[in-house]
């Protein structure tokens, strides 16, 4: 199959992985993959037991239900349980657990909450009950908010006025300033995140080499791309470079997709504020409707509470989502948070941190248990962690990729 075996081939993986061992040297490298996608073909594919010990991956804020702060779904919910509501959302959302309860249990109390795949089903469910309020809630950066753009551009030709958007779209910039102005976590470069910038390009990443100089290398989700852009970062340091590099060639081209970026443009505008799961409020990192769309906006319609809630305190999903822990170093990864009983959104997400490591991170595990034992650096209070992680993919599985030209 065209760009799939091809980038997933051992031999050439094993190649490349020995080419980044010779060319890091003794230095200790930090990279920080920013999406969550990346995060899981790391883990399924045994990516760290094919690097060094001294080239450390750690995880950023790019999953996009694991940022949302408890409040915001709290808001969600209330919504759900309005009079007349047919309340629509992505899956993994159904699960994450709010302050009291998730929207799953809202639809065991009796709430009308469904599933969607795509906002145009909420558009549908709209056109089929006219006589009801039928709520979307968007969330995604800006990777899926063109699809809430083109849904309520369509809405609004058609005269539908019973479709509402509850917006909970952000944006990618703002969360890494955010992580390359606090003094928690020092990196030496970013993998940067391929499904944002088939819409936004590369162009807005050059802040990261110009202000920070760290270098950034937007790479594609298969393991040999992966693998590709950590090369490319070490060369970069190596070379005396810091530029923002496009690996992901076959699928983003540099300045994004115009189309879309005229979609977002036109629907969306940047919100003043926003609050994200460990982060906090960042100024302009979230959008919301344009006037022209603000009869469709949830937050103007319906009564929502607001109201900011603090997480779990057993809950560490917001150091994850920095990068500063991994996911085996919380105290409840793995005992009281599992898939099956999340506490925090990275373990209910498909692109969360924790439940990449509880899937397939056992042998990553033990082999960041040795790489910090190696370091001289102090074990955490955890130990090797407390998961039961399985299921992790063995390198002779590793499968067919070539190094994609430059």
């Known amino acids: 199959m065209k760009f799939a075996d091809e980038f997933r081939d051992a031999d ?52 996009p239900v694991c940022v949302i702060p408890m409040g915001r779904l709290d808001d969600g919910i209330a919504v759900a349980h309005e009079p007349g509501v047919i309340f629509t959302c992505f899956g993994d959302l159904m699960r994450v657990p709010g302050s009291d309860g998730s929207l799953l249990d809202a639809k065991a109390a009796g709430a009308d909450v469904r599933m ?43 005269g539908i006025r019973n479709l509402f958007v509850f917006c909970n779209h952000v ?24 499904h944002v910038s088939t819409v936004v390009g590369i162009r807005p990443f050059e802040f990261v080499t110009n202000t920070y100089h760290k270098p950034v290398v937007v790479v594609g989700f298969e393991p040999l791309d992966i693998l590709q852009g950590v090369h490319m970062i070490i060369q970069q340091i190596h070379e005396g470079r810091c530029e923002v590099e496009n690996q992901y060639k076959r699928v983003v081209h540099d300045d994004g997709n115009p189309k879309a970026l005229e979609v977002l443009a036109r629907v969306f505008k940047l919100r003043s504020h926003f609050e994200w ?55 409840v990864f793995g ?17 969360g941190a924790c439940a990449a490591y509880y899937n397939f991170g056992r042998y990553s595990r033990a082999r960041e248990r040795e790489r910090v034992l190696a370091s001289g650096d102090r074990p955490d209070a955890n130990g090797n962690g407390n998961g039961h992680a399985n299921g992790a993919v063995a390198e002779h599985e590793l499968r067919a990729i070539p190094v994609q030209a430059r």
């Open 12 to 63: 050439l993986a094993r190649a490349l992985g020995a080419r980044i061992a010779a060319e890091a040297g003794d230095k200790h490298w930090k990279i920080m993959e920013v999406c969550g996608g990346h995060t899981h073909t790391i883990f399924k594919y045994g990516i760290e037991d094919l690097l060094p010990s001294n080239v450390e991956l750690v995880h950023g804020p790019g999953c």
């Open 171 to 194: 944006t990618i910039i703002p969360p890494m300033k955010a992580i390359l102005d606090s003094p928690d976590l020092q990196l030496d470069g970013f993998l940067g995140p391929g």
């Open 116 to 158: 969607v795949y795509s906002p145009l089903d909420a558009l549908k469910i709209a056109q089929q009950n006219p006589d009801r309020k039928v709520v979307f809630y968007a969330i995604g950066f800006e990777t899926t908010a063109p699809s809430t753009a083109l849904t309520l551009m369509r809405a609004k030709a058609e």
């Open 335 to 351: 005992t009281a948070c599992t898939p099956e009983t999340p506490i925090g959104t990275c373990m209910v997400s498909s692109e």
């Open 277 to 331: 799961r460990g982060l906090g409020f960042i100024s302009q990192s979230a959008l919301e409707l344009q006037d022209e769309f603000a009869d469709y906006d949830a937050e103007k319609v319906f009564s929502v509470p607001g109201v900011r809630v603090a997480d779990p305190k057993a809950c560490q999903c917001g150091e994850v989502l920095k990068g500063v822990l991994k996911p085996w170093e919380c105290k």
